[in-house]
């Protein structure tokens, strides 16, 4: 099992800026959910002693909405705020003229997905 908590208040300049250093190697990262594993916080805040367990992208979900303390309207509000921020993500990139996937290659994306997750193996 996992506990899962809203840790905004941990985020400093120093973290931010070690996270800008580690995101400066992946071009086209502009969004996501990073799974971090720390010694302490003390380490985490100071932006180091941490290792990044998983790096999820734009369709992940904000995990502190399933905090057991965050209400439904935060966990509602967390969602909209994230998708505001991916639709201007996505705005900014057309803008430099980055085209968005048509219909045919959404369907195709899915349908791989969708066979791949049917591999995944159970769990409890």
């Known amino acids: 099992g996992a506990v899962f908590r809203d840790a905004a208040d941990l985020i400093s300049e120093e973290l931010l800026a070690a996270l800008d250093q580690i995101f400066a190697d992946i071009p086209g990262y502009h969004y996501g959910r990073l799974d971090i594993k720390f010694k302490d916080i003390e380490s985490l ?14 369709s992940s979900e904000s995990i502190n909405i399933w905090d057991r303390n965050a209400s439904l309207s935060q966990a509602l509000r967390t969602l909209l705020q994230q ?35 049917k591999q995944y193996p159970d769990n409890d």
């Not at 805040?45 to 734009?58: K, L, M, P, V």
């Open 45 to 58: 805040r100071s932006g180091r002693d941490f290792h990044i367990i998983e790096i999820n992208g734009a």
């Open 83 to 117: 998708y505001h921020t991916l639709f201007k993500l996505g705005s900014a990139n057309r803008a430099l003229g980055h085209e968005p996937p048509g219909l045919k290659a959404l369907f195709s994306a899915w349908r791989f997905e969708s066979q791949l997750v």
